[in-house]
């Protein structure tokens, strides 16, 4: 399979060369970039020298010839590219907002016309793995509501409210330097940000509501002095009481055979770099906390974007994202 990463010089860009270096049946020949055309990948991404000798280059739509096109793009640039993929026979995973929501919805949350909207599975292969299996195009979640959801996923029907408090790392900000992302702004701190208005919540009442939730839905992220990760703490307050046993049970049950959420201690540490979602549980009875750890960058964005183009062409889903996390 023939892979095109069109705006591969974030973040996520380097994250999808990075892991697919490792897939058994995918080969990136079209790294895109505007700004670096002509320059090679290493000398941005310098951590995957000797790795590949891709050069940045910026062709047209028409011509670029691959059989997967991932969108790293910007939110609302997006929208000018997946029909134009779509028509020359490409399937598209779109790494940015732009399909994730009701075209309504999405024009409220971000504040944009939507110039060329159609309905796209949203891609949590957990919960929606067979909406996205085979299909041409697919819309990558976000990284808050990828953790989030998976945190409060089993309970969700049985929850009245649910209120996540994030906690993200620095490179969710992208690479782009800014006040707010400055090494003494962030350095031994911890801040909250878009405190009641984030536009991730859009996502997460969306896949809530999609579980049959009626609950209410709150969140609150905070940036702290990491590169990499989300810690996600979902307060989930329950109509009924559970006791832990009952909480655990229903957590196993729900996540049974999911290869990528593994019930245990969530420390950011140990799934840096993987696609893995770590999540542990506790009840006092009427409020049930769940915590989950993702890397922003994987589960949260790149690696995510792989599993579902691996449930999309038939490959194996784990295919280029079988790796450890890195810990210490």
């Known amino acids: 399979m023939k892979i095109a990463i069109i705006g591969a010089s974030g973040y996520t860009g380097g994250d999808l060369i990075r892991l697919l ?53 910007p939110h609302t640039a ?21 399909y994730r929501l009701p075209k309504e919805v999405f024009e409220k949350t971000y504040g944009v016309p939507h110039t060329d909207y159609f309905p796209a599975p949203y891609g949590l292969p957990e919960l929606h793995r067979d909406e996205v299996k085979g299909v041409p195009f697919v819309s990558n979640p976000g990284c808050f509501p990828t953790g989030a959801t998976l945190a409060a996923a089993p309970l969700a029907k049985m929850a009245k409210a649910v209120i996540f408090d994030s906690k993200t790392g620095v490179s969710g900000a992208g690479n782009s330097p ?23 919540l859009a996502e997460m009442k969306q896949e809530l509501a999609r579980l049959g939730s009626g609950a209410g839905v709150y969140f609150t992220p905070h940036l702290v002095p990491v590169n990499r990760g989300i810690l996600t703490t979902a307060h989930i307050l ?18 049974e055979g999911e290869f990528f959420v593994r019930l245990q201690a969530p420390v950011l540490a140990a799934v840096r770099g993987t696609n893995f979602c770590d999540i542990a549980v506790e009840s006092e009875g009427e409020r049930v906390v769940a915590v989950s750890a993702i890397d922003n960058l994987v589960k949260g ?20 994202l079988r790796g450890a996390g890195v810990l210490p």
């Open 21 to 73: 270096l490792t897939h058994s049946a995918a080969e990136v020949v079209t790294a895109t970039s505007r700004k670096l055309d002509g320059k090679r990948v290493d000398s941005v991404h310098p951590h995957l020298k000797g790795l590949t000798d891709l050069t940045f280059r910026n062709p047209s739509v028409d011509r670029m010839d691959a059989d997967v096109a991932f969108l790293a793009v």
């Open 78 to 98: 997006a929208m000018g590219y997946v029909r134009g993929l779509l028509e020359r026979g490409m399937k598209v995973v779109d790494l940015s907002a732009d």
């Open 178 to 200: 800014s006040a707010t992302t400055h090494y003494p702004a962030v350095a031994d701190n911890i801040g909250p940000y878009k405190w009641t208005r984030h536009r991730h």
């Open 238 to 255: 329950l109509r009924e009481p559970l006791e832990q046993k009952e909480v655990e049970a229903l957590y196993r049950k729900y996540y």
């Open 301 to 320: 964005a790149s690696g995510q974007a792989i599993q579902n183009m691996n449930l999309m062409c038939g490959f194996p889903e784990q295919d280029g």
